[in-house]
């Protein structure tokens, strides 16, 4: 009898799990087209705010972060909200902005675990976003592009230290299965929400 194939690990899980939806809205992000102007990365950001502010809202009000995880050095929001301003927004105008209705359920430490996987990735993403921005737009983190390296040189000690800690879970299929359903469903969500903000090529 052949051995029985150890299960996938939690963050190999997630990788596979969220693969084609990661690409499919990567794709779709206007930072790499021809048509990304000051207007356009504006109205982007706005419908990121609309996003992350219910959200990391709720992650903290449902106080579903596990223990060992300081979510406190992982809020995005005033960076996003600094931007904005900067960007020329006043703070009434940035509370104004919509905000998503839609988003994914978060009912246990394993399906937060899973909405804070895409929200770390997409920072650690935010390094390459951050070049084209400089490049195209001239902006840097004073003038409206401190959300794209919100971590600064931080970024990569961060991104391992998450990943660690994903490793040290010692979760059974059930909840594995909860993590990336719950980072799937934050995908999906996000990219809808983008699509309804008419933000996406």
């Not at 084609?20 to 206007?30: D, F, I, N, Q, T």
């Not at 106080?63 to 600094?82: C, E, M, Y």
């Not at 004073?142 to 230290?161: C, H, I, P």
């Not at 979760?171 to 799937?184: F, R």
């Amino acid at each position: 009898m052949s051995p029985v194939a150890p299960p996938p690990s939690l963050i190999q899980a997630l990788r596979t799990e969220t693969a084609e939806l990661h690409v499919a809205l990567e794709k779709r992000l206007p930072f790499f087209s021809p048509h990304l102007d000051l207007g356009l990365y504006q109205r982007l950001l706005a419908a990121y705010y609309g996003f992350y502010q219910p959200l990391e809202e709720r992650l903290h009000r449902l106080a579903l972060i596990p223990s060992g995880l300081d979510q406190s050095q992982r809020i995005k929001l005033p960076v996003l909200r600094a931007d904005l301003i900067a960007l020329g927004k006043d703070a009434a105008a940035v509370d104004a902005l919509p905000v998503c209705r839609e988003l994914p359920q978060i009912d246990s430490r394993a399906a937060a675990l899973g909405v804070s996987y895409v929200l770390e990735g997409a920072t650690l993403g935010g390094q390459i976003l951050r070049r084209r921005v400089a490049e195209q737009l001239g902006l840097d983190a004073s003038s409206g592009a401190a959300f794209l390296n919100v971590y600064g040189e931080l970024t990569g000690r961060r991104w391992k230290d998450f990943l660690q800690y994903l490793d040290d879970r010692n979760l059974g299929e059930a909840q594995t299965l909860e993590v990336t359903h719950a980072a799937k469903a934050t995908f999906t969500y996000f990219e809808r929400w983008l699509d309804s903000q008419k933000v996406l090529s």
